[in-house]
């Protein structure tokens, strides 16, 4: 992503249409980001709103030696963490009834098939389904690229905490696929009358 250096001098001196035009450009950078840690479209985009002010707030200490996508996906998960901890007061507790359903069915799967059937947009809906911490921490780890010490001093939790989030959330996908793919299967047996 380049962003012209004369839209980010106009945007410290408040030029409302160069921030405009800033939001239009990173809008589904940020938007990408906010939407892997919130359920809705509408939830995310008031992160994405409170972590764009902040890009704004910062935008003077933006180095060119740093590519200004990551700059404003840094400041992005740094505000999506801080919402995090502001809102920990309500005490985020897991809630393992959601995942009581699941059969223990050890049955043999063909992976290779399953993954065939399998795209972005369920897994991305799995991940919706976890509880909040292994959520946020399945996010960061996997696809954010943080460690667990780095995770652990983000979210106010030990890095073994970290890692055991990490392996539940793994878990618990794994459990979700393999209950999907059963349930596509029984459907295509149901449809051909099997």
Not at 52 to 76: D, G, Q
Not at 121 to 138: A, H, R, T, Y
């Amino acid at each position: 992503m380049q962003i012209d250096k004369n839209v980010l001098k106009s945007c410290i001196k408040n030029d409302r249409k160069a921030q405009q035009f800033l939001y239009k450009s990173c809008y589904n950078i940020l938007m990408s980001v906010c939407i892997r840690y919130k359920k809705n479209e509408e939830d995310a985009r008031a992160l994405l709103n409170m972590g764009f002010l902040k890009i704004l707030k910062n935008i003077k200490k933006y180095s060119k030696k740093v590519p200004f996508e990551a700059w404003i996906r840094k400041i992005m998960i740094n505000t999506i963490i801080d919402e995090f901890r502001k809102n920990k007061k309500e005490k985020e507790m897991m809630d393992y009834k959601d995942f009581q359903d699941f059969d223990d069915n050890s049955s043999l799967i063909d992976y290779n098939e399953a993954d065939k059937k399998f795209d972005a947009n369920d897994l991305e809906m799995m991940i919706k389904l976890l509880p909040k911490v292994s959520q946020k921490v399945f996010n960061l780890y996997v696809i954010d690229g943080y460690n667990h010490r780095e995770i652990g001093d983000m979210l106010n939790i030990s890095s073994g905490t970290s890692k055991w989030h990490l392996s539940f959330a793994r878990k618990k996908i794994k459990e979700m696929i393999k209950k999907s793919f059963a349930n596509a299967k029984s459907i295509i047996l149901w449809l051909i009358g099997v």
